[in-house]
């Protein structure tokens, strides 16, 4: 039988703010265990929670960017379970009355553009964190974490392959990101996703039983486990055997998934609404007001970069990789006039120049009018592109200007005969061999005399004027 994966996606997203989301305590990640609690966030008797409004602005920015429909009315919840980092022995989340519904999120992967729809968005509380392998023996417990401000998106089960749901994650992070609601950093915890997974027969309507993978912590670690999951279900159901609903834990250093729990429904968690907190209200100023100042967003941007600039697909998703990036692109074609090689010295030589220094392209100290600069000095033959992208990686180590580089070091191409033919003269007397090779009709050896000359110049030769000379030079 043919089976259809059915894949559904919760997404936990920390919220960008300087305060938890009940108390003032800070959210700095790495601070030393248990220093940023409180009687609130400690579930002390009679400690009172007060919602922080940022983190409410900032909730309301995320559902309206993936086009929600935000309820002016919305309620927290208790949902009750018992675990030590819990220290309240429930979570305050919202439930039957979230934040935002109904939203969508396109996605493009293997050359199809699918519409993922959101079923609801969400604000709820962050746990602590249990420590496993940092007492003997025993189980620390950090509740820096406890009451840190989370939303959490989640899709309708419109996933049908492991990689729509890498590229759902990637496009996700990516609009986050540009609305600046988080840093979607999964190495500290910003962005957590669990997958829920099931199989039904090709053509068929009702959905099979579902299983939670939980425990990833990168897109890879989601696609590689989904096709773990799929397979395991797949050799269930094909032995008439049935799938059981429960939650399974992802081993990233082997690859397999193992069972954590038996998946618990709604009803388990004893929802009720939150007494400590009245109902939500909006009012409909507040969110049109957040409405207005929603950037452009990537798909949006992917769009009309491709319009305006006429620029292939793959280049345009480089470069809206982020924000930030889009924006120095879109500040560079406005100082040169042209998009192509502006794209191409981002997407290349900058890049690798920030990718070797550990920093983003803001952070790497060459704004857009000093790659301008660059990138005319090689335009009108100062540099080669060659040296020009070595002036790159200086002006990236120095914080100085492509001119103080090349006056100082030197580099200005050479197009002066006298000091090419010495060159040329001392590339032939050292390669007699290839020299006899080339005039017995190996031409192509051209581009290694070509390659030796522009080394021994320190790339300074001028390649044009070079290549006639060595021409010359060789068929005479």
């Not at 996605?107 to 962050?126: F, G, K, L, Q, W």
């Not at 200005?412 to 050292?430: F, G, K, R």
């Given at each position: 039988?043919?089976w ?11 919220l960008?703010?300087?305060?938890k989301?009940?108390?003032?305590d ?5 601070a030393?265990?248990n220093?940023?609690v409180?009687?609130?966030c400690l579930?002390?008797p ?7 409004r940022?983190?409410?602005?900032l909730?309301?920015?995320?559902a309206?960017?993936?086009d ?7 309620v927290?919840?208790?949902?009750s379970?018992?675990?030590p980092?819990?220290?309240k ?7 039957s ?11 493009r ?6 519409r993922?729809?959101?079923?609801r ?5 962050d746990?602590?964190?249990?420590i ?9 417990v ?5 009451g840190v401000?989370?939303?959490e ?6 996933l049908?392959?492991p990689?729509q ?7 996700l ?14 190495e500290?915890g910003?962005l957590?996703?669990?997958a829920?997974?099931?199989?039904r027969?090709?053509g068929a ?11 990833l912590?990168?897109?890879s ?16 159901l094909?032995a ?5 609903q429960?939650t ?6 082997d690859?397999?998934?193992r069972?954590?729990r038996?998946?618990?429904?709604s009803?388990d968690?004893r929802?009720f609404?939150?007494p ?5 209200r909006?009012?409909p100023e ?9 950037p ?5 941007r992917?769009?009309r ?5 006429r ?7 480089v470069l809206?990789?982020?924000r930030?990036?889009?924006?120095y692109f879109e ?8 998009a ?15 990718n ?6 803001e952070?790497?100290?060459?704004p857009p009018r000093a ?7 090689v ?8 040296m020009?992208?070595?002036?790159l ?13 090349i ?16 060159w ?11 020299v006899e090779?080339y005039?017995?009709?190996?031409t192509?050896?051209i ?8 080394q021994k110049?320190?790339?300074?030769a001028?390649p ?8 010359n030079?060789?068929?005479?």
């Amino acid at each position: 039988m043919s089976w259809e994966t059915v894949i559904g996606l919760e997404v936990h997203v920390q919220l960008r703010t300087a305060e938890k989301l009940f108390c003032s305590d800070g959210t700095v990640f790495g601070a030393a265990p248990n220093s940023q609690v409180c009687p609130v966030c400690l579930g002390l008797p009679g400690a009172l929670p007060v919602l922080n409004r940022e983190a409410v602005d900032l909730a309301i920015t995320a559902a309206l960017g993936l086009d929600c429909q935000v309820h002016e009315v919305s309620v927290f919840a208790r949902k009750s379970y018992f675990y030590p980092d819990l220290p309240k022995g429930y979570q305050i989340t919202q439930f039957s009355e979230p934040l935002a519904t109904e939203g969508v999120l396109e996605v493009r992967s293997a050359a199809e553009t699918r519409r993922i729809r959101i079923r609801r968005v969400h604000m709820e509380e962050d746990a602590g964190k249990s420590i496993h392998d940092r007492v003997p023996d025993g189980t620390a417990v950090d509740l820096n974490r406890a009451g840190v401000p989370l939303i959490e998106i989640v899709t309708e089960p419109d996933l049908r392959t492991p990689a729509q749901a890498r590229a759902f994650l990637q496009e996700l992070k990516r609009t986050l990101e540009y609305m600046g609601v988080s840093d979607c950093n999964m190495e500290e915890g910003s962005l957590r996703v669990d997958a829920n997974v099931s199989l039904r027969p090709e053509g068929a309507e009702a959905y099979g039983v579902k299983t939670e993978v939980k425990n990833l912590n990168s897109f890879s670690a989601v696609e590689r486990s989904v096709v773990v999951e799929v397979r395991r279900q797949t050799a269930i159901l094909e032995a008439g055997e049935e799938v059981v609903q429960e939650t399974l834990l992802w081993d990233e250093r082997d690859g397999t998934l193992r069972s954590m729990r038996s998946k618990e429904e709604s009803h388990d968690y004893r929802y009720f609404p939150d007494p400590d907190l009245p109902p939500l209200r909006l009012q409909p100023e507040r969110i049109r007001g957040l409405e207005a100042e929603l950037p452009e967003l990537p798909a949006r941007r992917r769009t009309r970069l491709m319009e305006e600039h006429r620029l292939d697909g793959r280049d345009v998703e480089v470069l809206i990789a982020s924000r930030s990036l889009a924006d120095y692109f879109e500040a560079l074609v406005a100082i040169v006039g042209e998009a192509k090689p502006a794209a191409n010295w981002i997407k290349g030589p900058l890049l690798k120049e920030a990718n070797r220094v550990q920093r983003s392209v803001e952070d790497l100290g060459i704004p857009p009018r000093a790659l301008a600069d660059l990138m005319g000095l090689v335009d009108d033959g100062t540099v080669s592109g060659t040296m020009g992208r070595t002036v790159l990686g200086q002006m990236a180590d120095s914080g100085k200007t492509a001119r103080q580089i090349i006056e100082t070091e030197g580099l200005s191409q050479v197009q002066d005969s006298d000091e090419l033919n010495a060159w040329v003269e001392a590339v032939i007397e050292e390669n007699s061999e290839e020299v006899e090779r080339y005039r017995s009709g190996e031409t192509r050896l051209i581009g290694y005399f070509v390659g030796q000359t522009m080394q021994k110049s320190r790339g300074r030769a001028d390649p044009k004027a070079l290549s006639a000379l060595l021409r010359n030079r060789l068929d005479n």
